[in-house]
């Protein structure tokens, strides 16, 4: 319990260190952006070096740890998720929002530990908003102590959802069946462009449902652990448990949410990671 605290703090401050960098720079208009895997899959340079930075801090604070890292993995490092401490990176979750300074991006670091979360942070520096968890300790937003909604019917639910980062026609076409299928029923849809930004807002109350297609373990790392630790659930979009490594996920305000969502979506499975 003693390291988890240590290796909380040090997390946080290289998170704080890290929101003001990319604060600093999302209103530039002369960010240096590549692509990666298809035309609106964006990295900048500011991505590459949140991560170096959280990578270097930690990994000389923890020798011995793991680390999944979004650009690392995109330059050819292995994803594999092991039973040692490993912390997964998302530096810049909401790229495509960085570049067209949309405030809505932040950092997703989470540390897992015998292939569970330990410990969540999600940090928008935009809007000062940084979303925290334990395991076993609750969920907080600046420090104040959230929960979900508690809403259990999709009737009543404002449901995020998002279009994500690939052109796949197949994809498009399930994306958009969904919304038909979908708006008619629920109070409403949105979409923040952040995967962890769309978590934490179901961890506060915010929204009642998030689920997405296409997704990587980084995008949701964080946001699976501060969504349960705020009484929410994260599953499978078809039901039954999550598997981080499907490119899948479906966090709801409760199981009962959980599920109507899960029985009404067509379905879709991207290649595993
Ligand atoms: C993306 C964002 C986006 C989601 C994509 C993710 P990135 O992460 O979370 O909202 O739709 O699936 O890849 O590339 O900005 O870190």
Same mark, same amino acid.
């Not at 039954?240 to 499907?246: A, F, I, K, P, Y």
């Given at each position: 319990a003693n390291n988890l605290e240590t290796f909380y703090d040090t997390a946080y401050n290289l998170t704080l260190k890290c929101g003001k960098l990319i604060k600093s720079r999302t /209103?530039? =208009?002369t960010k240096k952006v590549e692509t990666k895997s298809g035309a609106i899959d964006f990295v900048t340079e500011t991505d590459q070096e949140v991560e170096e930075i959280l990578i270097q801090g930690l990994s000389s604070a923890f020798p011995d740890h793991k680390f999944i890292g979004e650009e690392g993995v995109s330059q050819g490092k292995q994803c594999e998720l092991t039973d040692a401490p490993t912390w997964i990176i998302?530096? @810049? +979750?909401g790229t495509m929002n960085f570049v067209h300074s949309f405030p809505h991006s932040c950092i997703s670091l989470a540390l897992f530990v015998e292939k569970v979360p330990a410990i969540g942070i999600i940090y928008n520096p935009m809007l000062d908003q940084l979303f925290t968890a334990r395991k076993g300790h609750g969920a907080f937003l600046n420090g104040e102590k959230i929960t979900v909604s508690g809403i259990n019917s999709l009737t009543d639910a404002l449901i995020m959802m998002e279009f994500g980062t690939s052109r796949d026609p197949e994809k498009r076409t399930i994306i958009l069946e969904n919304q038909q299928k979908l708006m008619p029923q629920v109070h409403g849809l949105r979409a923040l462009g952040s995967a962890a930004l769309n978590m934490a807002m179901v961890a506060c109350g915010a929204a009642d449902a998030y689920f997405e297609y296409g997704i990587h373990i980084w995008d949701i790392a964080a946001g699976e652990l501060i969504v349960t630790e705020a009484g929410g659930v994260c599953i499978d979009p078809a039901g039954?448990? @999550? +598997? =981080?490594? /499907?490119r899948r996920v479906l966090v709801a305000s409760s199981q009962e949410l959980a599920n109507q969502l899960a029985k009404e979506l067509v379905q879709f499975y991207p290649e595993r990671d």
């Open positions: /209103s530039s =208009r998302d530096p @810049v +979750d039954g448990e @999550v +598997d =981080r490594l /499907s």
